[in-house]
T-cell receptor, first 110, second 115 residues
Framework: KQEVTQIPAALSVPEGENLVLNCSFTDSAIYNLQWFRQDPGKGLTSLLLIQSSQREQTSGRLNASLDKSSGRSTLYIAASQPGDSATYLCAVRTGNQFYFGTGTSLTVIP | EAGVAQSPRYKIIEKRQSVAFWCNPISGHATLYWYQQILGQGPKLLIQFQNNGVVDDSQLPKDRFSAERLKGVDSTLKIQPAKLEDSAVYLC?????????????FGDGTRLSIL
């Protein structure tokens, strides 16, 4: 069964820093990997989706990379802002199932 | 475009009672998902519909949980009877269709508390 791990569980950085969030998965036979953001009491907001044939995706200050062979993905956030404070989750699709990590709680300090 | 709508936002019931949640996906989205998110964990997929057919329900506890999407648009998820361990947020999501390049869009969820 696919297992998804996110490290660290929590991260606190000063405003303006660049940061990297990590996601690892045990089964490399994935269709895609998606990064989400979750604010307290809210649903998930899709940030980036990387298909299995792709190596990276970019949207604004966000860049996500995928290394299927090693079972790893990173989410890079440039020039962090207090509004980036949220929990970030990654999810992989294997067949018709979606497996989520437990998330990294990010706090950006003004 | 309007997002995924879910109701109610909160529900408190006693164990052994029944409860139902409603979801209206983004207009035109053929694929609908129900997830259970227990506090401190990532969401767990319970069931996936493509139009009004079930694609995957392998993690749905079928002895107490049921879901339907009769007209291929909105959907209901029911729990009967509820157990204490069912306390969680129930999230509904939709995507345009069931393909690897389609992102999922989530509603704000229904927070269920079992007393």
């Amino acid at each position: 069964k696919q297992e998804v791990t996110q490290i660290p569980a929590a991260l606190s950085v000063p405003e303006g820093e660049n940061l990297v969030l990590n996601c690892s998965f045990t089964d490399s036979a994935i269709y895609n990997l998606q990064w989400f953001r979750q604010d307290p009491g809210k649903g998930l907001t899709s940030l980036l989706l990387i298909q299995s044939s792709q190596r990276e995706q970019t949207s604004g200050r966000l860049n996500a990379s995928l290394d299927k062979s090693s079972g790893r993905s990173t989410l890079y956030i440039a020039a962090s802002q207090p509004g980036d404070s949220a929990t970030y989750l990654c999810a992989v699709r294997t067949g018709n199932q979606f497996y989520f990590g437990t998330g990294t709680s990010l706090t950006v300090i003004p | 475009e309007a997002g995924v709508a879910q109701s109610p936002r909160y529900k408190i019931i006693e164990k052994r009672q029944s409860v139902a949640f409603w979801c209206n996906p983004i207009s035109g989205h053929a694929t609908l998902y129900w997830y259970q998110q227990i506090l401190g964990q990532g969401p767990k997929l319970l069931i996936q519909f493509q139009n009004n057919g079930v694609v995957d329900d392998s993690q749905l506890p079928k002895d107490r949980f049921s879901a339907e999407r009769l007209k291929g648009v909105d959907s209901t998820l029911k729990i009967q009877p509820a157990k204490l361990e069912d306390s969680a947020v129930y999230l509904c999501a939709s995507s345009l269709y069931n393909a690897g390049n389609q992102p999922q869009h989530f509603g704000d969820g229904t927070r269920l508390s079992i007393l």
